[in-house]
């Protein structure tokens, strides 16, 4: 293992400017030193869901950025992501605290991520005195779960199905990273999550699932949401960017929301960390746009 002492961590939560809100993770700008074990070790010491990993730069292609500007404007950097069990495609609130750490260092701007998934383009502005980090989500897509596989996941939950809401129905949604939706019919059977570690991660596994995502809508374009993650090695994330962009692909394709629209996702109230995502989506665009604040965590 190459030497992860001599790797500067930095701490950032993502999706609230509290520091107590939105999700942590840790945040390298230069792990060109460290080796996978190393990254992997710095995550699991740090217990953060996930952990960021800038390994080198790189020059984008103009079609890589927000809006298809020259490469010589936007800034590109490749990125790993670990989670304190294992390396994981991508991560969206690892990326937006990212993003806000080198707008911090650098300025904000237009960035470009390459990450296991494809490229991800970030742009990141002041407004009203805090950073915005926005992500759009690499090409996304929509599937139907087997029947026996769902069952598995109910059980697991230990959630009946007719505690499911039938407007929402059961999908495995991408934009990055695979995540099952499940939408409550109730904010109570939301907020009641309890379920078996060990069995919910085994179908996690076997279905290359990252998170659930646990939806309850409580308006057409408001949702509160939770993500089980054992998979990740901890019970629940606080404020899942990659899942936030899957479920606003999810919505799309299900004619749940219209072409154009923007969402707000409520996560983290039930774990004590509030955080607020925005699901963008553009018509013409298959892509997911999604934005949050953020800021650093006091070692």
């Known amino acids: 293992m190459t030497q992860n002492s001599a790797a500067e961590v930095l701490r950032y939560t993502a999706f609230s400017a509290d520091p107590r809100g939105g999700n942590p993770a840790g945040v390298v700008l230069d792990a060109s030193g460290l ?45 790993r992501y670990f989670s304190p069990k294992a390396e994981v495609p991508f991560c969206g609130h690892a990326t937006v605290a990212t993003a806000l750490a080198l707008a911090e260092r650098d300025g904000p701007g237009e960035l470009v991520f390459s990450t296991a998934a494809g490229p991800v383009p970030v742009a990141v502005a002041r407004e009203g005195g805090e950073l915005r980090a926005t992500l759009t ?59 078996d570690f ?42 899942t960017g990659a899942a936030a962009a899957a479920f606003g692909a999810y919505l799309r394709a299900e004619g749940l929301a219209p072409d154009s629209a923007v969402l707000t996702l409520h996560q983290g109230e039930d774990m004590g960390r509030p955080g607020t995502l925005t699901v963008e989506l553009r018509a013409g665009d298959p892509r997911v746009r999604v934005s949050g604040t953020g800021t650093r965590i006091d070692a």
Do not use: C, K, N
């Not at 087997?146 to 697991?156: C, V």
């Open 35 to 79: 080796d996978g074990a190393a990254m992997l070790a710095v995550a699991a010491e740090l217990g953060y869901s996930e952990s960021a990993f800038l390994t080198g730069r790189y020059e984008p292609a103009g079609a890589d950025s927000p809006d298809g500007t020259a490469p010589a404007t936007v800034r590109g950097y490749t990125i």
């Open 198 to 239: 060990a069995r919910l991660e085994a179908l996690m596994h076997r279905l290359d699932l990252t998170t659930i995502q646990l939806v309850w809508r409580a308006a057409p374009d408001v949702f509160h949401v939770r993500d089980p993650f054992p998979v990740g090695g901890v019970v629940e994330d606080p404020a």
């Open 137 to 195: 989500s690499v090409g996304p897509h929509v599937a139907r779960i087997a029947p026996d596989d769902l069952a598995e996941a109910l059980a697991a939950l230990d959630w009946p199905a007719a505690d499911l809401d039938p407007a929402l129905p059961p999908r495995i949604a991408y934009a990055g990273a695979r995540h099952l939706v499940l939408a409550a019919a109730t904010r109570e059977r939301l907020a009641d999550l309890s379920y």
